[in-house]
């Protein structure tokens, strides 16, 4: 399986728990390497724009006012399968229906909370780093 980076968010419910360094730490032990991360407060643009595909949906609102309730983190991580890897360490959306071990099954509080975000495709990934990273800020 060949190298490959995805994009990562630590959301507010888990940057105002304090779970950053506990979030890493699994990303890390699941094989996951982080090559560029930066903590930040999003704009409401940045949160509109990011989340835009969804912008049509009923939750949209909830979910900007969500992510810019509080600081994030904002990550790129590599490795094999990275996408995969990611989203099988993170678990299920809803972390009542996470497997034991995954980040959402344990230090997630709600389907609303649910501590991380992930891309879904490669294609994505690429497409999320770009709007929070330039090509100089990615050190691996």
Do not use: W
Not at 9 to 14: E, G, H, W, Y
Not at 17 to 28: D, H, P, Y
Not at 85 to 113: H, Q, V, W
């Amino acid at each position: 399986m060949a190298v490959t980076r995805t994009f990562s968010i630590i959301k507010p419910d888990a940057t105002k728990r304090n779970l950053t360094g506990a979030v890493t730490k699994m990303l890390e032990d699941a094989g996951l390497r982080v090559v560029a991360s930066k903590r930040i407060h999003m704009t409401r643009d940045q949160a509109e724009g990011f989340y835009a595909v969804h912008k049509d949906r009923p939750f949209f609102g909830e979910l900007v006012d969500f992510m810019i309730s509080g600081p994030v983190v904002v990550q790129v991580l590599e490795g094999e399968g990275a996408m995969q890897r990611n989203r099988d360490i993170m678990g299920a959306t809803n972390p009542k229906d996470a497997a034991p071990g995954t980040i959402r099954a344990e230090l997630a509080e709600s389907i609303e909370a649910n501590t991380v975000h992930g891309s879904d495709s490669d294609e994505n990934a690429a497409i999320e780093i770009a709007y929070f990273f330039k090509p100089e800020e990615l050190v691996g």
